[in-house]
T-cell receptor, first 112, second 116 residues
Framework: QQQVKQSPQSLIVQKGGISIINCAYENTAFDYFPWYQQFPGKGPALLIAIRPDVSEKKEGRFTISFNKSAKQFSLHIMDSQPGDSATYFCAASRPGANNLFFGTGTRLTVIP | EPEVTQTPSHQVTQMGQEVILRCVPISNHLYFYWYRQILGQKVEFLVSFYNNEISEKSEIFDDQFSVERPDGSNFTLKIRSTKLEDSAMYFC??????????????FGDGTRLSIL
């Protein structure tokens, strides 16, 4: 029950478009859901995170939408830019634990 | 901005040899982690470390693995007898508090371990 499923595996978006990446989880005990951005040759970097007491969190062009009943959350990148081209990972953790369970990653390519 | 630093960036080792991966976490952080990422796959948790002891470990972290904080700044991952399947990118991370407190984990750029 630790699995976090992520889709799509890869995504190509035109510059200025909206990129949407989806994740679903099984463990209802999860209570912290971060998104990480990873550029080639670099470690994952925290982008934005949400807790299940809110349904949406926005930071600049990045928004997390959270649906607790469906056990799903998604990342929306508005006005996508070529510099956003990277691999994005969703993750989750449960109370009392410090480890993150990562999704399988989405390789986003934003074409000019 | 403070960052987690890892050395070496690439380590090539013969199967069966011991390897030590080194990390310098962010100085005021209290929680330390090791993750690994096999090429093209997801990031997997190995172990978390707090107050000089392992707080949590995954099934991957078997008796061949150990962690240590030998001084006030370094955090190491040792693989005692490497196997081919240990080839992966190993990431160190640190956080001020645990994930359940909503504190972000800051990752280093990783050590690519290649077992021959």
């Amino acid at each position: 029950q630790q699995q976090v499923k992520q889709s799509p595996q890869s995504l190509i978006v035109q510059k200025g478009g909206i990129s949407i990446i989806n994740c679903a989880y099984e463990n209802t005990a999860f209570d912290y859901f971060p998104w990480y951005q990873q550029f080639p040759g670099k470690g994952p970097a925290l982008l934005i995170a949400i807790r299940p007491d809110v349904s949406e969190k926005k930071e600049g062009r990045f928004t997390i939408s959270f649906n607790k009943s469906a056990k799903q959350f998604s990342l929306h990148i508005m006005d996508s830019q070529p510099g956003d081209s990277a691999t994005y990972f969703c993750a989750a953790s449960r109370p009392g634990a410090n480890n993150l369970f990562f999704g399988t990653g989405t390789r986003l390519t934003v074409i000019p | 901005e403070p960052e987690v630093t890892q050395t070496p960036s690439h380590q090539v080792t013969q199967m069966g040899q011991e390897v030590i991966l080194r990390c310098v976490p962010i100085s005021n952080h209290l929680y330390f982690y090791w993750y690994r990422q096999i090429l093209g796959q997801k990031v997997e948790f190995l172990v978390s470390f707090y107050n000089n002891e392992i707080s949590e470990k995954s099934e991957i972290f078997d008796d061949q693995f150990s962690v240590e904080r030998p001084d006030g700044s370094n955090f190491t991952l040792k693989i005692r007898s490497t196997k081919l399947e240990d080839s992966a990118m190993y990431f160190c991370a640190s956080s001020e508090q645990g994930a359940q407190m909503g504190q972000p984990q800051h990752f280093g750029d990783g050590t690519r371990l290649s077992i021959l």
